[in-house]
């Protein structure tokens, strides 16, 4: 099956600077690529998502790049903000067969934003 | 707010105990997912139902089950439950294959 990966584990930056989180994948079938946010005690919030027809997608601060050739996709967020102190999870996903919608997900980045 | 609702919020029971977990979707979506998540083993898919039917399994445990009923709630059964079983059980939804909202979560304590 999938197998994400995602680096690094932890991620401390000053407020105002950027962050980048990378994620690799190994089944060239995956299509969809999703960036899930989770604060403490809540479940994982949608920030970003990609599908494989496109290369890069950009959302305020928030951007998500996808080279397929290298099975590498990654999370970029400009600007940060305290509030965007959280665990960032990547997950990938096809349409193919028994793991049809399936989200395989990496292991999550826990960001933290010095003010 | 997803739109996705999930009772109890948290749930603490004893070993070999049976506890039923409930997840709402978001209105108009069919599909349903199972994910557990737990320290060493990440966020983990259990299993998807679409429009009442299974459509995927995971690593599902035959001790754990689920279904979904006909106005789309679904019901996730975990019994005989061991101290491993501790964990937060997310339930998602979507309208297609892919997007799907993730609810608040069941905390579910074994003693």
């Known amino acids: 099956g999938e197998n994400v990966e995602q680096h690094p584990s932890t991620l401390s930056v000053q407020e105002g600077d950027s962050a980048v989180i990378k994620c690799t994948y190994s089944?060239?079938?995956?299509?969809?690529f999703p960036w899930y946010k989770q604060e403490l005690g809540k479940g994982p919030q949608l920030i970003i998502d990609?599908?494989?027809?496109?290369g890069e997608k950009k959302d305020q601060r928030i951007a998500v790049t996808l080279n397929k050739t290298a099975k590498h996709f990654s999370l970029h967020i400009t600007e940060t903000q305290p509030e965007d102190s959280a665990v960032y999870f990547c997950a990938a996903s096809n349409n193919r067969g028994s793991t049809l919608g399936r989200l395989y997900f990496g292991r999550g980045t826990q960001l933290t934003v010095w003010p | 707010d997803s739109g996705v609702t999930q009772t109890p919020k948290h749930l603490i029971t004893a070993t070999g105990q049976r506890v039923t977990l409930r997840c709402s979707p978001r209105s108009g979506d069919l599909s349903v997912y199972w994910y557990q998540q737990s320290l060493d083993q990440g966020l983990q898919f259990l299993i998807q139902?679409?429009?009442?039917?299974?459509?995927a399994k995971g690593n599902i445990l035959e001790r754990f089950s689920a279904q979904q009923f006909p106005d789309l709630h679904s019901e996730l059964n975990l019994s005989s439950l061991e101290l491993g079983d501790s964990a937060l059980y997310f339930c998602a939804s979507s309208a297609s294959t892919d997007t799907q909202y993730f609810g608040p979560g069941t905390r579910l304590t074994v003693l």
């Open positions: 089944d060239s079938a995956s299509n969809y």
């Open positions: 139902y679409y429009n009442g039917e299974e459509r």
């Open positions: 990609i599908r494989s027809n496109v």
